[in-house]
């Protein structure tokens, strides 16, 4: 079992930033990959950023490269996105999920373990 904790989630202005922290406990050995998703209102669940824990490799969903850049820092067992000039479209309850069983990167039917989210709001 690996259970994950999001925080980090505000209201921000249009063209603010934010940095999001996923920490994970439990078996966090049996983590290959870790990602972030987000659901606005209304709307579907879709994978945002990955990265593969153990060779780093990331994968980002088109409308937030350039924008987005996930990373981790192993020792603390905790992956980061860091948010720059957000945008109001970017407002959705934002997800963390570990434990790639299936699917792409970016799949969200295919990750084992999922937190609870953090709501992050976009103002223009």
């Known amino acids: 079992q690996v259970q994950l904790v999001e925080s980090g989630g505000d209201s921000v202005q249009a063209g603010g930033s934010l940095r999001l922290s996923c920490a994970a406990s439990?078996?966090?050995?049996?983590?290959?990959?870790m990602a972030w998703f987000r659901q606005p209102p209304g709307k579907e669940r879709e994978g945002v950023a990955a990265?593969?824990?153990?060779?780093?490799?990331?994968l980002y969903v088109d409308s937030v490269k350039g924008r987005f850049t996930i990373s981790q820092d192993n020792a603390k067992n905790t992956v980061y996105l860091q948010m720059n000039s957000l945008a109001p479209e970017d407002t959705a309850m934002y997800y963390c999920?570990?434990?790639?069983?299936?699917?792409?990167?970016?799949?969200?039917?295919?990750?084992?373990?999922w937190g609870q989210g953090t709501q992050v709001t976009v103002s223009s």
């Open positions: 999920a570990s434990d790639l069983r299936s699917g792409s990167w970016l799949s969200p039917g295919g990750y084992n373990y």
């Open positions: 439990g078996n966090t050995r049996s983590t290959n990959f």
């Open positions: 990265i593969h824990t153990r060779f780093g490799g990331t």
